[in-house]
C-alpha cells in the first residue's frame, strides 16, 4: 500500500490471487464494500483494460 508515493504496509500472499474465480462485477463490488474506489481493470497482468469478457484481470483502487 502506498500513500503519499511511501510504501505503508506490504503483504506476502501464499497463494497465487489470479487463482480466486470472481467475475468483475463481484470483485468490483467485494471492493467497493471494503471501501475502495475502483479505478481501473487491467487485462491479465498487462497496463491494457480489460473488456468485459476478460476472466483474468487486475484491479486498481483506491481507498481514502
Given amino acids: 500500500m502506498l500513500r503519499d508515493g511511501v510504501v505503508i504496509q506490504t503483504e506476502h500472499l501464499g497463494r497465487s490471487p489470479c487463482v480466486r474465480w470472481y467475475s468483475q462485477a463481484q470483485a468490483q463490488a467485494l ?3 471494503a471501501g475502495f474506489t475502483v479505478g481501473t481493470l ?3 497482468f ?3 483494460a480489460a ?3 476478460h476472466t483474468t484481470f487486475c484491479i486498481i ?3 481514502d
Fill in 31 to 33: 471492493f467497493e464494500q
Fill in 42 to 44: 487491467t487485462a491479465g
Fill in 46 to 48: 498487462t497496463f491494457d
Fill in 51 to 53: 473488456s468485459p469478457d
Fill in 61 to 63: 483502487a483506491t481507498r
